[in-house]
Nanobody
Framework: VQLVESGGGLVQAGGSLRLSCVAS????????MSWYRQGPGKDRELVAG????????NYADSVKGRFTISRDNAKNTVYLHMNSLKPKDTAVYYC?????????WGQGTQVTVSS
């Protein structure tokens, strides 16, 4: 099983990034997918989630209206489109796949937002 995130980097406040997570080794379409993040000195927190079929999404209040999660089941890929980035969005972003009781994590991608 692999979850490989990409798309992180350094961006100025107000900018945008798109994170991608490519999955392999399991039946992607059967798994709910989520993005978590962990900022410096902070606990890991849920950012956004999308159901296996893609019809249902949920977001942390702190990112609603700025971030959009989506998935392409044909490409085994989940995305996180991040707009209007703020310095407080600086964190390592992790992709996760869940189909209880199984859960898989990626290695993370760093997002740094400068003021």
């Amino acid at each position: 099983v692999q979850l490989v995130e990409s798309g992180g980097g350094l961006v100025q406040a107000g900018g945008s990034l798109r994170l991608s997570c490519v999955a392999s080794g399991f039946t992607f379409i059967r798994y709910n997918m989520s993005w978590y993040r962990q900022g410096p000195g902070k606990d890991r927190e849920l950012v956004a989630g999308i159901a296996s079929g893609g019809g249902s999404t949920n977001y942390a209040d702190s990112v609603k209206g700025r971030f959009t999660i989506s998935r392409d089941n044909a490409k085994n890929t989940v995305y996180l489109h991040m707009n209007s980035l703020k310095p407080k969005d600086t964190a390592v972003y992790y992709c996760t796949a869940r189909n209880w009781p199984l859960q898989y994590w990626g290695q993370g991608t760093q997002v740094t937002v400068s003021s």
